[in-house]
């Protein structure tokens, strides 16, 4: 159960930052990406996913979730 | 000597790797790795930041030493007290040259050393009065100052002393900032961590003073530098630049910095990060907390600073922008001159570099510009995030250490054959006694500054200086000629 750190880059993409782990890597997909409804698993460029809880509205960005780790790519 | 093929750079590595046992060869085979741009994350290639094998001669600090020494010592109107035994403080003291304006003693503390001095009995019996007693002290010798800093040497995390309670009644009594920051010289692998903790006691009892508070009148273009520790002046040659194109510089962190220009931050519209390993984590906490964007710059060599100044201006507007482009104007005859009289005397010198966790990489765009290339470069205790951003600013094929051992060091140099190194004191007379000209890049060997247009001009000096100074060529005994040397070399090639 990491805690990472979101924000959004110049060209609007998110971006994923573990402190712990010194992970600062692009999010290519979130599942759930609506202005009613944020969350689900999250497809990192690397090849990792994350699992957020999915919550109603988009979080205020930049903001520090928790995330459950799905797997590790390859 | 030509530039290393990757081929041979790789067999370079196994064969500086083969002296050692087994696990210790497996374990340090992870530090090594040859540059190759290709690659987006280093982590394909390097691991970092893990603890230093027994045995080896680490060149490492500890997280005291990232904590006061780096990241709390420079800020000037507030008195650190380093709390234990009397020699990390007294052995430390000064040495890093964050240079600060102020009469020392009197409203500034920079060089002094404040320390509670640990005896058998402060051990056995605790040191929380005697912590309390100095305060008081303090306060009562020197009244102007603006704060006081616990700086937590081993024995206190060891013994279980209560510093935050000191702390607290401490403020309560003279009403100034008193901040414990829990720097045991143990925790981590290396003086990293002590910058994390050091950035953590900031966020946790400096940066919400003057939450609510809004009499500091800001203005649209407010901003903060970050990691510069002012090291022979550097956060001053970079502000002038700073300030030049229209921006209003309201905090340093930390050389030459306040304790109330820290607490002014949270009120900038924009965080710039020079040591990106040594204070991103608060730049990514004010991000967070008070929607304070952050960028890193480079204020190392005319190349990257004009790209630096230029990516600053874009986050501004026309005004800034224009005023970016009207200082890279000014500042040009400057520069044009200087590379015009060093580069024909540094062109095609190799430079290898080892140093702490933001100049391995900074410092590559001011030797290309003058013509050198760097053929090898690592850090002490850099992150993996750091080698990412390495990696496109190194060669192909160039060599990248991290946490090198002093045996790996010197055998990589005797292989790589480089006209110049840039590393600490403890490798300087090793490299110097080898007879291969050497620059201290933790202090710029009592010269600089070296950030900014003013201090690029001391840079390229400082470089001519010490490569093209006519001692290296007495080092070699009169017994040795250059033809046994080149047997030598091409033996072991």
Redesign the interface.
Known sequence: MPSVMLKKNAEGKLVFYVPKKDLEEVAESVEFDTPEKWGGEVLLSDGSKYYFEPIDGQPDFPVTLRAKRVDSGE | MAALTKEETEALIQEVLEIYPEQAKKDRAKHLAVNDQSL??SNKCITS?RKSLPGVMTIRGCAYAGSKGVVWGPIKDMIHISHGPVGCGQYSRAGRRNYYVGTTGINTFGTMNFTSDFQEKDIVFGGDKKLAKIMNEIEELFPLNKGISIQSECPIGLIGDDIEAVAKKANKEIGKPVVPVRCEGFRGVSQSLGHHIANDAIRDWVLENRDGDDSFPTTPYDVAVIGDYNIGGDAWASRTLLEEMGLRVVAQWSGDGTIAEMEKTPKVKLNLIHCYRSMN?IA?HM??KY?IPWIEYNFFGPTKIAESLRKIAALFDETIQAGAERVIAKYEAEYDAVIAKYKPRLQGKRVMLYIGGLRPRHVIGAYEDLGMEVVGTGYEFG???DY?RTIKEMGNATLIYDDVTGYEFEEFVKRVQPDLIGSGVKEKYIFQKMGVPFRQMHSWDYSGPYHGYDGFAIFARDMDMTLNNPCWKQVKVPWKTDDTSKVAVAAGA
Do not use: L, T
């Open positions: 987006e994350k930041n984590y990514r991000e967070e929607k992150h993996n995030d990412d």
